[in-house]
């Protein structure tokens, strides 16, 4: 199982820098479901652990007051500045087999932020584009309700149902939605409209 997501976390990032490469300079300047952050930040954010030893890393957190979230979004934002599109999109091309894992994720981790990063991009810019089945389905099975929770989306009363995987999560009002669209609403992102149906999707869109 182990090998079977490191070549998924292999595949998404060389998807990502296939599509980062045919971006128009615009279009890396394009807002994201990650909000306030444009293209180039949220690929700025998914490369920094490719490029970051811990002692540089503690720096950075100790300069954010300790507050992990703050740091990131200040993070994103100076290396976005920093680096060029081209610069970005060569730490994504050569660290598809880097083997960085977010602390207690092991690889499911790994794989879950980058495909939550790169949904971030392709639902914004590119809603019809799919992440492959077999890949949403380690994501989701990694899952858990205390990981669910930790995102601190308000689910309450609302059933998420998969209409492209047997997934579902919660109870109440029926949320459908591809299983990708149901992951970032989990993730606490406002999604384009027409991506979800059901008489609460509109508490998630917009």
């Not at 998969?162 to 109870?171: M, Q, V, Y």
Request: charge should be positive; proline fraction near 6%.
């Amino acid at each position: 199982m182990q090998t079977d997501v490191r070549s998924e976390i292999a595949a998404q990032r060389t998807e990502l820098a296939d599509l980062l490469a045919g971006l128009s300079e615009q279009q890396w300047d394009a807002p994201t479901l990650c909000a306030g952050w444009r293209v180039r930040e949220v690929v700025a954010h998914v490369t920094y652990p490719f490029r970051t030893r811990a002692p540089r890393f503690f720096l950075d957190l100790a300069r954010a007051g300790g507050r992990f979230d703050r740091m990131a979004d200040r993070v994103a934002r100076r290396d976005a500045t920093a680096m060029s599109a081209a610069r970005l999109l060569a730490q994504v091309r050569d660290n598809v087999e880097h083997p960085w894992s977010p602390p207690g994720g092991g690889a499911a981790g790994a794989l879950s932020h980058d495909v939550i990063h790169g949904l971030d991009i392709t639902l914004a810019l590119f809603p019809e584009r799919p992440v492959p089945s077999g890949r949403m389905a380690v994501v989701l099975g990694g899952m858990s309700p205390r990981s669910i929770g930790w995102f601190g989306t308000d689910l309450s009363g609302v059933r998420l149902v998969a209409t492209d995987l047997e997934w579902t999560f919660g109870a109440g009002e029926p949320v459908r939605g591809r299983a990708q669209d149901l992951l970032m609403v989990v993730c606490g992102r406002r999604l384009p409209t027409g991506l979800l149906t059901g008489t609460a999707a509109a508490r998630y869109t917009g």
